[in-house]
C-alpha cells in the first residue's frame, strides 16, 4: 500500500514540478517576443522569434529582466540578457522580422541624386537584408549614390552619402558665436562637408578653424 501511495505521490510531484516548467517556458517565449515587438512600432511589421537555447538553460523566474547583450542587431541571430534575480544567462534568439523595405524603383547611375520617383517599398524579411538596409523613404532621399543600382535592389547606408553643402576650395561664410557675440566672416572649405559634418576652413588671414557646416552652408563656430 506505501509503495503504491509513493508512486503515486512522486508522479504528481514530477506532474507539478513539469508543469511549473511549461509555464516558465511558455512565459518566456512571450516575454520574449513582446520584447522584441515593442522595437518595432510599425503595426504593418510581423515578427516571430525562435529561441535556440536549449529550454533547460533558460533561467525560471515570473518576471526576467531583458536586454540586448551588446547588439544593435534587432532582428536576425540577436543574443539576449536574461536576469532572474542574481541568476543572469545569455539566451540565443533568431528573430525573423517581416516588414517594408526600400528598393530602388528603376536602374541608377552612380553619382545621382536620390528623389521619390528613384525609390520604391517592398515587403519581405527584413532580418535577411544586407547590413544597415534602409527602410524608409525619408533615409535616402537628397543622398548621393555611390554605386550603379538595377532595378530592386535592397538599399543600404553603405551605398549612399548625404549631399555636400560646402565643396572643397569653395568660398564660404563663417558665423563664430558666443554668449553676447556673434562675428561673421569668410573663408575657403579645405575639404567636403555634408550639414551636420565636421570641416576645416583657411581664414583671409591664413589661420585655419573647424567649424561645423549647416543645412544652408554657413560654417558655424562655436566658442
Not at 129 to 140: E, I
Amino acid at each position: 500500500m506505501k509503495t503504491r501511495f509513493y508512486s503515486i505521490f512522486f508522479a504528481l510531484l514530477a506532474s507539478l514540478i513539469g508543469g511549473i516548467n511549461v509555464t516558465a517556458a511558455a512565459d518566456l517565449q512571450t516575454q520574449l517576443e513582446r520584447f522584441f515587438h515593442a522595437r518595432f512600432p510599425d503595426k504593418q511589421t510581423s515578427l516571430t522569434v525562435v529561441v535556440k537555447t536549449p529550454q533547460e538553460q533558460w533561467p525560471q523566474c515570473e518576471a526576467p529582466l531583458l536586454a540586448l547583450s551588446n547588439n544593435t542587431r534587432v532582428w536576425g541571430n540577436v543574443s539576449v540578457s536574461v536576469r532572474c534575480g542574481e541568476q543572469r544567462r545569455f539566451i540565443q534568439t533568431e528573430v525573423q522580422v517581416t516588414g517594408n523595405y526600400l528598393v530602388s524603383a528603376r536602374p541608377l547611375r552612380r553619382g545621382v541624386t536620390l528623389t521619390a520617383a528613384d525609390l520604391r517599398q517592398t515587403t519581405g524579411r527584413l532580418d535577411l537584408l544586407p547590413p544597415r538596409a534602409l527602410l524608409l523613404p525619408k533615409d535616402a532621399m537628397g543622398a548621393v549614390l555611390l554605386r550603379d543600382l538595377p532595378p530592386g535592389q535592397p538599399l543600404t547606408s553603405a551605398m549612399l552619402r548625404r549631399a555636400w553643402v560646402v565643396k572643397s576650395g569653395q568660398t564660404v561664410q563663417v558665423l563664430a558665436q558666443g554668449v553676447g557675440f556673434s562675428i561673421n566672416s569668410e573663408g575657403k572649405a579645405m575639404g567636403n562637408a555634408a550639414a551636420g559634418q565636421s570641416v576645416r576652413i583657411r581664414m583671409a588671414s591664413g589661420q585655419i578653424v573647424n567649424g561645423v557646416a549647416g543645412e544652408d552652408g554657413v560654417i558655424y563656430i562655436a566658442q
